[in-house]
């Protein structure tokens, strides 16, 4: 039992998990199969109006003595507003705009939850390489502002084994900013093996922009177009924009763009088996797509070569991540890690991309590993892997006496995070 004597996690009580990404921020409550929200990681910046609307707040900022108003999930993200910056508050895969972050979660607990941070012990997950002044940030954010009874910190590696069943594990996670190689062994992380590099969904993103727009393909977002007319296959498209408000920053217009080319991406582009061959990739039947101005085209071999960059041995593809990660372990666990490569990050769900992992895999292990690719099958248990992790783990009942109560941490404050959370 934890130091205050409740059970947190249970019914009554229900535990929160947070899985923040670059991509978006994860909540919902343990024990349940997925997060309630998934709540883009940027939050629109934009000044105060006259009328004041109480779905959105607004914070004076003294040393201007303007006050700014947050636009806070896609709803409110989406729209075109004057002079509206979009930030994110992540940064390499950890919080660093704290302000902003704090605005996100005020958001969950007010619109979200509907319930009081003090009645939920709350699990948050965290990057492999995340250091101990934001961690000792995020409990006494956690246990001071908002009072939760119960507070814990879980590598989002060591989640994402769980959610797949595995206490031992060489977790492949391609998320958003960046593809990461993260050995857990007996449901701890091996940090002196981890490996990343910043190929990741966003660093695919661009490569579809570069590719379409060499092709002259207008990339007009739905939110530019007021109607637009049926056409023929690759006719120039014809369509009405929309009257929109002046003063659009950049920082939306390339938020919105990127909405577009990551459904581009999800639809069109797919992985080879093998190294890409334009002979092989022509065999394969072309990809429809139409874009929101209504020009469409079949896409051929070029939707395999766009994803080629993610399996680059000369910019340290995931393959060589894996089993580079895996070369800096002892020699006892390599095994038992090549026997179970968990799969996992939204990024990972490009078609093809495990099938491709498991390929390079096989030419890189030693030959006389059994390796075995664990990657779940739907959509939701990959992109959302760390956070079924902490469901289940918040839900167990020997994980009880984990937890950094209120009370522990009032005795001992922040620096508990360190002594209970490895």
Not at 61 to 75: L, P
Not at 217 to 239: G, M, N
Not at 278 to 301: C, L
């Amino acid at each position: 039992m934890s130091g205050s004597g409740m059970l947190y996690g249970g019914d009554e009580i229900g535990a929160l998990v947070f899985d923040p990404g670059h991509h978006s921020l994860r909540v919902g409550y343990a024990q349940d199969d997925t997060p309630k929200a998934d709540i883009p990681s940027v939050v629109g910046v934009g000044p105060a109006d006259p009328v004041m609307n109480s779905d959105l707040e607004t914070k004076a900022d003294n040393n201007i003595g303007s006050t700014n108003k947050y636009y806070v999930d896609t709803t409110h993200i989406n729209v075109a507003r004057p002079n509206m910056e979009i930030q994110s508050y992540m940064k390499d895969g950890m919080i660093e705009n704290w302000d902003l972050f704090e605005k996100v979660i005020d958001y969950v607990y007010a619109k979200v939850v509907q319930s009081d941070s003090m009645y939920h012990p709350v699990l948050f997950s965290e990057s492999a390489w995340n250091v101990r002044n934001n961690r000792e940030r995020l409990t006494e954010l956690m246990l001071e502002k908002y009072n939760v009874p119960a507070f814990f910190l879980v590598k989002n590696a060591v989640l994402a084994a769980f959610a797949n069943g595995r206490a031992t594990a060489l977790v492949v996670d391609s998320g958003a900013t960046h593809t990461s190689a993260v050995p857990v062994h007996e449901g701890y992380v091996l940090s002196q093996a981890v490996v990343k590099s910043p190929l990741g969904g966003d660093y695919l993103s661009l490569q579809c922009r570069h590719h379409l727009e060499g092709q002259n393909i207008d990339l007009t977002p739905t939110y530019a177009i007021a109607s637009k007319d049926v056409i023929k296959e690759r006719d120039t498209a014809r369509f009405v924009p929309k009257e929109l408000p002046e003063k659009l920053t950049a920082s939306w217009q390339q938020y919105m763009l990127k909405g577009l080319l990551q459904d581009f991406q999800m639809s069109v582009v797919q992985v080879l088996e093998t190294p890409y061959d334009e002979r092989t990739a022509a065999q394969i039947p072309a990809v429809h797509y139409e874009f929101p101005n209504g020009y469409h085209q079949d896409f051929g071999p070029e939707r395999f070569k766009l994803a080629e960059s993610l399996f680059d041995h000369n910019m340290l593809g995931a393959g060589q991540l894996a089993s580079a990660s895996v070369g800096m372990c002892d020699a006892d666990v390599r095994l038992s890690l090549y026997g179970s490569v968990v799969v996992t990050g939204g990024n990972s769900l490009l078609p093809g991309f495990a099938e491709r992992l498991n390929r390079d895999l096989q030419h890189r292990a030693p030959s006389n590993t059994r390796l075995k690719m664990i990657s779940a099958n739907g959509s939701v248990e990959r992109r959302f892997g760390a956070w079924i992790g902490g469901s289940i783990l918040g839900s167990i009942g020997t994980f009880q006496q984990m937890w950094i109560s209120s009370q522990e941490y009032e005795e001992s404050g922040k620096s508990q995070v360190e002594r209970k959370c490895p």
